[in-house]
């Protein structure tokens, strides 16, 4: 498997701008995350989809952030409009729960920079 | 809420020298506990993963322990290699849960 595949690797934009990052989780897996880290907060948890479904979005900054998972094998973040201090690397995970412990794989993440 | 902390934030050791990586956490109602290592620019890759029943996963030169009820949890690494130099970041979930809390890593090199 190639493992989680994100796109893009980098992205710079211009305040106000949309931005779209998009994940394929490993096939197979039930459950995908999307974190985000920065040098300030480190690692945070911002959305967690079960099934395609979203199962906790508590850690979405901002109605400015949403994303969407249209079927098991692809997911979509998108921050609209775009905010210098949403600059940070946005990793894509997944994992295959069936109760107890699962080791989450994460993609490589995208680097997103807003001017 | 959940606090999880690293320390050192950064360490230097020359090659061959074992490698001891602490980590702490603040609520002992943990389910488990994941260390993760994190190349530059590239997402994390898990390497051990410690339920809370358990005291201690090995797998190769790598070694973590778990003590739950002090809030601690051990990663060592015997006969560091350059090879090792990376962010390691450990991670609790609070139960069976998804919701990992991380530490903010230590920043590990080693010298050839």
């Known amino acids: 498997d190639a493992g989680v595949i994100q796109s893009p690797r980098h992205e710079v934009t211009e305040m106000g701008q949309e931005v779209t990052l998009r994940c394929k989780p490993i096939?197979?897996?039930?459950?995908l995350f999307w974190y985000r880290q920065t040098m300030m907060r480190g690692l945070e948890l911002l959305i967690y989809f079960n099934n395609n479904v979203p199962i906790d979005d508590s850690g979405m900054p901002e109605d400015r952030f949403s994303a969407k998972m249209p079927n098991a094998s692809f997911s979509t973040l998108k921050i609209q409009p775009s905010e210098p201090r949403d600059s940070a690397v946005y990793f894509c995970a997944s994992s295959l729960r069936i109760g107890g412990a699962s080791v989450e794989y994460f993609g490589p993440g995208t680097r997103l920079t807003v001017l | 809420k959940q606090e999880v902390t690293q320390i050192p934030a950064a360490l230097s050791v020359p090659e061959g020298e074992n490698l001891v990586l602490n980590c702490s956490f603040t609520?002992?109602?943990?389910?488990?506990l994941q260390w993760f290592r994190q190349d530059p620019g590239k997402g994390l890759t898990s390497l051990l993963l410690i339920q809370s029943s358990q005291r201690e996963q090995t797998s190769g030169r790598l070694n973590a322990s778990l003590d739950k009820s002090s809030g601690r949890s051990t990663l060592y690494i015997a006969a560091s290699q350059p090879g090792d130099s990376a962010t390691y970041l450990c991670a609790v979930s609070p139960s069976n849960d998804y919701k990992l809390s991380f530490g903010a890593g230590t920043t590990v090199t080693v010298r050839a």
């Open positions: 609520d002992s109602a943990i389910y488990n």
């Open positions: 096939s197979g897996h039930n459950s």
